[in-house]
């Protein structure tokens, strides 16, 4: 067995999976809303995306974001297995983020995890657009 790299993790308003590998729509780091807190209506949100390669075997993954405090989780995946067949396999796992919300403006921190230990962190920014 060998430990897979984090390709990539990123935020998105649309995944397109109809003409053959996804393409990402509106990826975003900062994300302008109209006023806080805010709320996804049911239907809506947004993606998170990871992809692991160069590695073999079985794994779980998780993500969990939290408020700006650092401390008050507001989404927390829970293990997610995935299976990579050789180094040159590659594994992307699409979370939609229904009725996701963001309590204030500010900085919500996202933590990325291969098994318990975390491999990746940044940060989505909410904030609110000019009236």
Request: hydrophobic content about 35%; proline content about 9%.
């Amino acid at each position: 067995m060998k430990k897979p790299s984090l390709q990539y993790s990123l935020t998105c308003l649309g995944v397109d999976e109809r003409h053959g590998p996804p393409s990402f729509n509106y990826v975003f780091y900062r994300l302008p809303l109209a006023s806080f807190p805010y709320r996804f209506p049911a239907d809506a949100g947004f993606f998170l995306v990871n992809a692991w390669c160069d590695g073999e075997g079985e794994f779980k993954q998780r993500v969990v974001i939290t408020a700006p405090d650092g401390q008050t989780t507001l989404l927390d995946t829970g293990q997610r297995p995935f299976k990579l067949e050789s180094p040159r396999s590659l594994d992307q796992s699409i979370w939609f983020l229904q009725g996701f919300s963001f309590p204030i403006a500010g900085f919500y921190p996202v933590k990325v995890y291969l098994e318990d230990q975390v491999v990746l962190e940044y940060a989505i920014e909410a904030y609110e657009t000019p009236s």
